[in-house]
């Protein structure tokens, strides 16, 4: 049989790159040579038993998107020069023992199935949002949602999902006008997907069943999540504890350390991500909040933010708080003394919080952020979204309140058991039999089968 060779394309973001490198994990756990095609500049980042990693360009080669500093260019000039060298990657393999199979790209990157088409090889769309976000841009693709979203339309009714009000919707439906370049990124997904021979999405049958089902004809996804590391899960994947992908130094052992001398889920986390760049107002409001609350904390916030805490708030909180600037996150969720998550709804960090069964209190900022934390809040019921006030901001007493209901009283008994449900029928999804796994040895089979049929067709 000719040996099958997919190489993954993730758009070169932290929080897209995860889960693509994961699922290349993946398949190399299922006998599939998975290569992962990244810029130059995430190219030495990203380190996986088993995964082949090349380099292509998206023409910023010191520097990423940093060096171009404007959306339109990066994604104009990652898709002249990605499209050529991804091209001549597909090449340098084609006469080798592993000429390439399938292209599995992000879905930010469309332009990956033009290429991967223009040589004869399958293409499949990887989406990285929820399929209730995924289910918002593709109708308003098709039409069947339109914008602007319009007050007398609240609260918006689509097929699978809750009512959402304005504060449901993600910033660029919700405010079109002010994100034209990350909407028309998000539209752009959709622009060949019917040409594609698989698309993906990184979530699971079980938990968004119903918003599925509404959308099938238009997006006929498989299911192939929750994509984190087998070694919160079913532990398939030996040694499998981590992405393999670290655009920040991680500082776990500091974290780890901290938190053995903590009383079991005793610890709120906080963190907002790679991106999210909290106003110094907020940032002091969140600070003020998690002292007062006489609770355990760890806080992960960036060097470059540390100027926006309140003056003297670190000596005040170094016995019950500890501020570091990056770490392990699966392992600190992992932990059995942390007891909360307050988190920006981020999907990966959503899946990761279902996935190791932590409590969260939902502060989204932007984007999707605002639709996952609806689902947190009133689908799965694993959590509680900090309410803003009038100009924006979460205050400290919100904070102190939503930090208390997920970690005392009725309430947090109700959630805690709700997330354990969701962490077991997470793991029952990736583990083998399950709904995801069945999807990705259908699509290995798949390739497996063509790869034969291939085989014969040249010894013909």
Known sequence: MRNVHVVVVPYPGQGHINPLLQFAKRLASKGVKATVATTKYTVNSIVAPNVTVEPISDGFDEAGFAQAKNVDLFLKSFRSNGSKTLSRLIEKFEHSEFPVTCVVYDSFLPWALEVAKRHGVYGAAFFTNSAAVCSMFCRIHYGSLRLPVKMEDLPLSIPGLP?????????????????????????????????????FANTFEELESEVVKELYEMFPAKLIGPVVPSGYLDGRISGDKGYGANLWKPLGEQCVTWLESKPPRSV???????????????????????????KNFIWILRESEHTKLPKGFKDSVKEKGLIITWCNQLELLAHEAVGCFVT??????????????????GVPQWA??????????????????????????????????????????????????????????????????GSSDKNIDEFV????????????????
Request: overall charge negative.
């Open 163 to 199: 009512p959402l009000n304005c504060s449901d919707l993600p910033s660029f439906i919700r405010l079109p006008e002010s994100y034209p370049a990350y909407l028309a990124m998000k539209l752009s997904q959709f622009s060949n997907v019917e040409k594609a021979d698989w698309m």
């Open 268 to 294: 709120v986390y906080i963190s907002f991500g790679s991106m999210v760049s909290l106003t110094q107002e907020q940032t002091q409001e969140l600070a003020q909040g998690l002292e007062e609350t006489g």
């Open 344 to 361: 920006h709804c981020g999907w990966n960090s959503t899946l990761e919080g279902l996935s190791l069964g932590v409590p969260m209190v």
């Open 368 to 433: 999707d952020q605002l639709t996952d934390a609806k689902f947190v809040e009133d689908v799965w019921k694993v959590g509680v979204r900090a309410k803003e006030d009038e100009q924006g901001t979460v205050r400290k007493q919100e904070i102190i309140k939503c930090v208390k209901m997920v970690m005392e009283g009725e309430t947090s008994e109700d959630i805690r058991e709700n997330v354990a449900k969701w962490k077991h029928l997470a793991r029952e999804a990736v583990g083998e039999g």
């Open 445 to 460: 089979d798949s390739l497996k089968i063509s790869a034969a049929v291939d085989l014969k067709i040249c010894n013909v």
